[in-house]
């Protein structure tokens, strides 16, 4: 279905849970933000049932994020049961990794296409400093066997942060030289817990292009690499992999925006940087009948912004990233 802009809509990202087995500094307070009880959020069949109400609509392509996806007891079930879900012919997940060594394999083999692993950093300690309790070998680990079980394409977001890892860049694009790692520099966001955190830490894409071109080698435009998302991506002379950039900042890319998120607790949003929510578990709870699911994704669809307004702040006191679905 087209939004009120004439945008396509057929792409839904769904945070799974708001538990995490990191901390990330850009993205959760060192504490961990409040969690929500069990109940508060969607179950199994409900996440479901949003789904194969989306349908209807359009909705093909399903991300599922959190949070950190693997943390949720039987996701291997869950991404099952989507990929069954007759029109949807695209399932895929955000993850750190870290959990993937014990799931990968058996996700493969329930229909998950691919993975989008996040690593700000190849050194040990920095990786610690950033995720706060994480060890860089079992990301790695992580990484290594997306690619064995042919999670493909594997793409890395890394967020680029001045004064934390904004040196690396060289480095991790380097990763693409020889290996099938497809690499996404993802400017940062002022969303939540980073908002105040981030202030002056902002690296343009731009800034970044110039750096590795410049040490690397020339970077050519390259095809999209597979996916539903909005970054361009680019090839060194010879290379197995490609560079992307997501400029969510310098450079926004809501003319084409083509999703809606559910949140952890079943709230339809409209987008990410938008605090406005159709709820969706109250009616899920009641019995609902399909038919009225299916207008409050057409209600969701319909209240999309022409574009964000993440220069101005961040004005959602309720929700942090990992609750709406980074
Ligand atoms: N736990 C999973 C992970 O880390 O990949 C999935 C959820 S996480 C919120 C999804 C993505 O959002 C990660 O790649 C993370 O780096 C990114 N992210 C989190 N906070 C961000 C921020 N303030 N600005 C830009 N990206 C952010
Ligand atoms: Fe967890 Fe992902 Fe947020 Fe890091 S970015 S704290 S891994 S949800």
Known sequence: MRDTFRREINYLRVSVTDRCNLRCVYCMPPEGVKFLPHDEVLRTEEIEAVIRA???????????????????????NLVRRVANIPGIDDITMTTNGILLPLHAAALKEAGLKRVNISLDTLKNERYREITRVGELAAAWK????????????????????????DDEVEALARLTLNRALHIRFIEIMPIGDSNSWSKGRFVPAG?????????????????????????KYYRFE??????????AMSDHFCESCN?????????????????????MRTPLRRGA???ELVDLIR???????DRHHMHDGWVDSKRVMSQIGG
């Open 299 to 305: 209600d969701a669809i319909d209240m999309k912004p």
């Open 207 to 231: 800034e970044i292009m110039e750096k590795i071109s410049r040490r690397i080698g020339r970077l050519i435009p390259a095809k999209t690499v597979r996916g539903n998302g909005p970054a």
């Open 54 to 76: 989306g349908t209807r609509v359009g909705i093909k392509k399903i991300r599922l994020t959190g949070g950190e996806p693997l943390v949720r007891k039987g996701i291997r």
């Open 238 to 247: 010879g290379a197995a992999g490609t560079v992307g950039f997501i400029t």
């Open 259 to 279: 999703r809606l998120r559910l949140t952890s607790s079943g709230g339809l949003r409209p987008c990410l940087y938008d605090s406005r929510e159709i709820d």
């Open 289 to 291: 009948e399909e038919k």
């Open 142 to 165: 992580g990484i290594q066997t997306a690619l064995d079980v042919g999670l493909h394409p594997v793409k890395l977001n890394t967020v680029v942060v001045r004064g934390i890892n």
